[in-house]
T-cell receptor, first 111, second 115 residues
Framework: GQQLNQSPQSMFIQEGEDVSMNCTSSSIFNTWLWYKQDPGEGPVLLIALYKAGELTSNGRLTAQFGITRKDSFLNISASIPSDVGIYFCAGQLFERNQFYFGTGTSLTVIP | NAGVMQNPRHLVRRRGQEARLRCSPVKGHSHVYWYRQLPEEGLKFMVYLQKENIIDESGMPKERFSAEFPKEGPSILRIQQVVRGDSAAYFC?????????????FGSGTRLTVV
């Protein structure tokens, strides 16, 4: 299967700090998605990106579709305790319908 | 609007038994995907189905695992003769239009424990 490398693997930050995480692949994707997973629950879609270079925001979250189509970035500004969870990137290849998921970034926000 | 419904939420099976995991997609969604998640790991694609058809099963083990999505009723992921290594969270997702890359709506998962 496709390998999506997500970094960092985990982050421990103070409330109010900004967060950056990224996802890279050796393959070219036509869609990038970012999900958040709370303990014991399924992933919830945060942001969807469809064009190279696209920059999209959802509240305090901003994500970008890399120009090379092989990477994507997610930023969270002014983190709050409810941002705690695992964040996954997911990419869709041109010739396939399913999405491939990254290994996840575990975020801990210290009040 | 009901989201993706998975049941049971938790399932305990002894080695050698069968596990049946059910998934009812969002109303109007005809594409269903199954993923497996091991503790502390990401989601691994298993199988993609579209009403009555298996479109891609490249991520599903060739033996003991099978999936179906009948014309009526939920999608079923079936694991025969379970082993301890099958213990994981199994997530189902659905989408209306696979080609556009709208993204999936996930269920809350079934956590399978094999003892």
């Amino acid at each position: 299967g496709q390998q999506l490398n997500q970094s960092p693997q985990s982050m421990f930050i103070q409330e109010g700090e900004d967060v950056s995480m990224n996802c890279t692949s050796s393959s070219i994707f036509n869609t990038w998605l970012w999900y958040k997973q709370d303990p014991g629950e399924g992933p919830v879609l945060l942001i969807a990106l469809y064009k190279a270079g696209e920059l999209t925001s959802n509240g305090r979250l901003t994500a970008q579709f890399g120009i090379t189509r092989k990477d994507s970035f997610l930023n969270i500004s002014a983190s709050i305790p409810s941002d705690v969870g695992i964040y996954f990137c997911a990419g869709q290849l041109f010739e396939r319908n399913q999405f491939y998921f990254g290994t996840g970034t575990s975020l801990t926000v210290i009040p | 609007n009901a989201g993706v419904m998975q049941n049971p939420r938790h399932l305990v099976r002894r080695r050698g038994q069968e596990a049946r995991l059910r998934c009812s997609p969002v109303k109007g969604h005809s594409h269903v995907y199954w993923y497996r998640q091991l503790p502390e790991e990401g989601l691994k694609f298993m199988v993609y189905l579209q009403k009555e058809n298996i479109i891609d099963e490249s991520g599903m083990p060739k033996e003991r695992f099978s999936a179906e999505f009948p014309k009526e009723g939920p999608s079923i992921l079936r694991i025969q003769q379970v082993v301890r290594g099958d213990s994981a969270a199994y997530f189902c997702a659905s989408s209306r239009n696979a080609e556009r890359g709208d993204g999936y709506t996930f269920g809350s998962g079934t956590r399978l424990t094999v003892v």
